[in-house]
């Protein structure tokens, strides 16, 4: 197995991560707000962890993960608008934010979490990257990848719990693309091996 100096996925990755954070450095901003776009098995949410590991502001940064708010495997649209309802508008305007977590093994809303104004956020996720989120972000990154290598990553990842819905996710991450053109609004693309 190779070094991880040697995985070209990780290293992409990793500058993508150091380059968004000087991003968020340059916008003199205390609560910044990044939004990480791209469709199943791009690399967004280890872009994500990257990117909190190397947060350039002394504060913490609240990280969420569009996977804990979508309701179920048609739920992609309906996820995002809770985001940008619950956590972007509020977060805007220097209001408490909140969310509440899908719980996918029993098909229903969990818990409630806020998010704090004061704090920056990094949501990430397929459908993430809206007009409407753009509007209320500071950084927008598009994440992209080759189909197949996307496909062969998400079901190494998610196996058999994901395989029976790839297509039908795969349809609403299409729609996102052809309607919402995230692409487009993205300030930084990363384009991942």
Not at 60 to 76: E, F, H, K, N, T
Not at 93 to 103: K, Q
Not at 118 to 132: H, K, Y
Request: charged share 25%; proline share 6%; no cysteine.
């Amino acid at each position: 197995m190779p070094s991880r100096s040697d995985d070209p996925v990780a290293a992409a990755l990793e500058r993508a991560a150091t380059l968004i954070a000087q991003d968020i450095r340059a916008l003199a901003a205390a609560n910044p707000v990044v939004l990480i776009d791209g469709r199943s098995g791009a690399g967004k949410s280890s872009l994500a962890t990257r990117v909190a590991r190397q947060w350039p502001l002394t504060e913490r940064v609240q990280v969420i993960a569009l996977d804990s708010l979508y309701p179920g495997w048609d739920g992609l649209d309906a996820g995002v608008a809770h985001v940008l309802d619950g956590v972007l508008r509020p977060h805007g305007r220097g209001y408490l934010g909140t969310w509440n977590r899908w719980d996918w093994e029993s098909e229903a809303t969990a818990e409630s979490h806020a998010v704090d104004p004061a704090l920056g956020v990094i949501i990430e996720g397929s459908g993430a990257l809206t007009p409407a989120t753009a509007a209320l972000a500071d950084v927008r990154v598009w994440v992209d990848a080759a189909d197949t290598v996307r496909k062969a990553r998400a079901l190494a990842r998610d196996g058999d719990t994901y395989r029976p819905h790839w297509d039908r996710w795969a349809a609403q991450e299409l729609r996102h693309v052809e309607r919402d053109d995230p692409r487009a609004h993205a300030t930084r693309i990363v384009e991942i091996p």
